[in-house]
């Protein structure tokens, strides 16, 4: 589990990347690289108001995989506003 003060998603990773999505950590942030069709399925599942995962890693099947998980919650925390 990583905390981090922004996420920024970009659409613009190569399916002849070899990679399913790529996530790194920036300065006190959260990147994560993904392919133009997963950017179509997660502005589709935010304007819904949906749970989405994001599979990282590389496309091989016995590799190691990271999941990027945006999801709604039913309360808010108030800890860090301001």
């Known amino acids: ?11 613009a990773l190569k399916a002849s990347s070899g990679f399913l999505a790529k996530s790194s950590i920036v300065e006190d942030g ?5 392919t133009p069709e997963t950017m179509a399925n997660l502005r589709q599942a935010l304007r819904q108001k949906k ?3 994001i599979t990282c890693g590389p496309m091989e099947a016995g590799s190691m995989k ?3 998980d945006i999801c709604w919650v039913e309360s808010e925390e108030r800890t860090n506003k301001g």
Do not use: H, K, P
């Open 66 to 68: 990271e999941y990027v």
């Open 30 to 34: 959260l990147m994560v690289q993904i």
């Open 51 to 53: 749970d989405f995962r």
């Open 1 to 11: 589990v990583t905390g981090a003060s922004f996420v920024v998603f970009n659409g």
